[in-house]
Structure formats: structure tokens, C-alpha cells
């Protein structure tokens, strides 16, 4: 059975039957509907398709690009593969067999859930930001502005730090979400944090901000970071110029979202470059730059 680059399992969701996708590096994916998780192997290491899981294609990246590389160790997310570094015998690149079965589970395992479970996430005593004081309003809380002020955080955190990924529980046809029920989580990282020889500094290389409620938290207590040292590391993802709202009028145009429903939307490089729409058994692809459709 064939599981390279750019491939996903469809399994039925173990609660509702919804199809889940999961990348088989990764080994769990969270149900578009119930936000349940479910994973390749009873265990849960992932890796191994249920017996008579179907291997396909996985949405594509943005057209016009040479598709994507090997993934890179940071995440499953993909990015450039890991060469040596001239003159520097101390920074030698981690074996990315090690790598991805590090990290990409750690990022996988904070996946978005309802609000409420990703609250617990980040321990009794999280950082936390009203989202009064960050100009967004709950019942009508706009990613866009959740990028902006996560990252504003992120760069006091690490100078360093850049985006990586947004994943949106419950995307309105008028691009926003309301964040009573379900979350927003944002993820950045330190490319000098994943990248380093010294673990104290890779163990606090990944955060992640969660919107929920009527607040920002990130953990204080629990640091992210990956096992093996990242070298060379990945390029930060580019923020999306397709907006969520655009994203949103793309969707209802394509008939992926109805006036009144919501989706799961993401752009996240462990799976696409491309925004994902989650709607059923054949999620939809749209460029991040120009919202324009992309065939999977």
C-alpha cells in the first residue's frame, strides 16, 4: 500500500461515521463534525491504516507549485530537506525518521477540539488576554484579527517566531466564528528554537494560542518544542492574503458552505499550503493567497 508525501486515510469517525482524514506520519485526525479523534492504530502511535482504510491523494498545494517536498521534521509540515551545514560538524541535522515521529504526533495531539476541552489544554494557570482588549468580539470573532494579535504575542515570546498554522472549528458563512461553543487555535514557532543543539531551547520552540470563550491562552506551564534538533529549519507559512471572510465567500460560492452552517477550515503544512475546508468525505482546497479553488 502506497503512503508517500501528499497522501491521506479515510476512516469512518469511531462516534459520528463522519470521514475523517489522516495523514499516516501523524497517526490521528479529528472528526470535521464532532471534533472526535481518531487514530490509524488502537494505540494511537499512528502509522499502520486500519484494516481495509483507503489510501488517497491528499488535497494538493497551491497551483503553480512544484508540489510538495519530503516533509520536513518540524510537524510533518513540509519545507526544505535537511542538509548539512558547511563547516559545522556540531550542527548535524537530525535523521528525519526520528523527527517526524517527535514532533508531528506532539502537534497532531493538540489538533482543534471544542472550546471548552482546548481550555483545559493549557493547565489550571494559562497566559491569558481578554479578547475585549484584543478588538475581537466572541459571537463574532475574526481569524484574521486572531493571526494578528497571536503573532504580536508570539514576537514577545520569541523575536524570531512565525506563523505556522490556523485551524478554525467552525467557520461562518460571514467569516468569523462564534467562540462560545467551539476554539481558534493559532501555532507559531522559533526557527532558532527548533534548530538548536540545546534542548532547553528546543523544548520552548512551539506555541500555541488559543481562542475560546471570551479570551486568548497560551500555556505557561507545559512548553512545545521538537525531540531531535531541526536543522536546516522549515520556512514560517505564509499568512494567508485570502482572508477568512474571503475564504468564506469562496466557500459558499463553491457550494462547500451554506448561508447559516459552518465548517472546519485549516491551513496547516502538515497537510496542504492550500486552505482545507472540511465538508464530508471530499474536503475542498483553496489557494491561501487568491481563494481560487484548487483541484484535489
Known amino acids: 500500500?502506497?503512503?508517500?508525501?501528499?497522501?491521506?486515510?479515510?476512516?469512518?469517525?469511531?462516534?459520528?461515521?463522519?470521514?475523517?482524514?489522516?495523514?499516516?506520519?501523524?497517526?490521528?485526525?479529528?472528526?470535521?463534525?464532532?471534533?472526535t479523534p481518531n487514530h490509524l492504530s488502537p494505540a494511537g502511535a499512528g502509522g499502520a491504516p486500519q484494516a481495509g482504510?483507503?489510501?488517497?491523494?491528499?488535497?494538493?498545494?497551491?497551483?503553480?507549485?512544484?508540489?510538495?517536498?519530503?516533509?520536513?521534521?518540524?510537524g510533518g509540515g513540509y519545507g526544505p530537506a535537511a542538509q548539512p551545514v558547511a563547516g559545522s560538524a556540531a550542527r548535524r541535522p537530525s535523521k528525519a525518521g526520528a523527527i517526524?515521529?517527535?514532533?508531528?504526533?506532539?502537534i497532531a495531539a493538540a489538533a482543534v477540539t471544542g472550546g471548552k476541552t482546548a481550555l483545559r489544554n493549557?493547565?489550571?494557570?494559562?497566559?491569558?488576554?481578554?479578547?475585549?482588549?484584543?478588538?475581537?468580539?466572541?459571537?463574532?470573532?475574526?481569524?484574521?484579527?486572531m493571526i494578528?494579535?497571536?503573532?504580536?504575542?508570539?514576537?514577545?515570546?520569541?523575536?524570531?517566531?512565525?506563523?505556522?498554522?490556523?485551524?478554525?472549528?467552525?467557520?461562518?458563512?460571514?467569516g468569523t466564528q462564534d467562540l462560545s461553543e467551539k476554539n481558534v487555535l493559532v501555532e507559531f514557532?522559533?526557527?532558532?528554537?527548533?534548530?538548536?543543539l540545546d534542548k532547553s531551547k528546543r523544548d520552548d520552540s512551539i506555541k500555541k494560542y488559543n481562542f475560546a470563550g471570551e479570551d486568548m491562552t497560551w500555556d505557561t506551564k507545559t512548553t512545545w518544542g521538537p525531540k531531535k534538533q531541526v536543522d536546516p529549519p522549515p520556512p514560517g507559512t505564509p499568512i494567508p492574503t485570502c482572508t477568512a471572510k474571503m475564504l468564506a465567500a469562496a466557500a459558499v460560492k463553491a457550494g462547500a458552505l451554506k448561508?447559516?452552517?459552518?465548517?472546519?477550515?485549516?491551513?496547516?503544512?502538515?497537510?496542504?499550503?492550500?486552505?482545507?475546508?472540511?465538508?464530508?468525505?471530499?474536503p475542498k482546497s483553496f489557494d491561501a493567497s487568491t481563494?481560487?479553488?484548487?483541484?484535489?
Open 53 to 74: 482504510a483507503p489510501v488517497v491523494a491528499g488535497p494538493p498545494v497551491a497551483p503553480g507549485a512544484a508540489g510538495p517536498p519530503p516533509p520536513q521534521v518540524y
Open 291 to 296: 481563494c481560487a479553488p484548487v483541484k484535489n
Open 189 to 196: 514557532f522559533s526557527p532558532s528554537g527548533i534548530s538548536s
Open 148 to 174: 494578528a494579535s497571536a503573532l504580536g504575542y508570539a514576537k514577545k515570546w520569541r523575536s524570531d517566531a512565525v506563523f505556522r498554522s490556523i485551524n478554525i472549528s467552525a467557520l461562518g458563512a460571514d
Open 122 to 145: 493549557f493547565g489550571k494557570d494559562p497566559g491569558k488576554a481578554s479578547l475585549s482588549s484584543l478588538g475581537i468580539t466572541p459571537n463574532k470573532a475574526d481569524p484574521d484579527k
Open 259 to 282: 448561508p447559516g452552517a459552518t465548517v472546519h477550515a485549516s491551513l496547516d503544512p502538515t497537510f496542504s499550503m492550500a486552505w482545507i475546508v472540511q465538508t464530508g468525505a471530499t
Open 1 to 35: 500500500m502506497n503512503q508517500g508525501q501528499g497522501q491521506f486515510v479515510q476512516v469512518p469517525c469511531v462516534k459520528c461515521g463522519t470521514v475523517v482524514w489522516i495523514v499516516p506520519s501523524a497517526g490521528v485526525g479529528y472528526c470535521p463534525s464532532c471534533q
Open 100 to 106: 517526524a515521529g517527535g514532533i508531528a504526533a506532539v
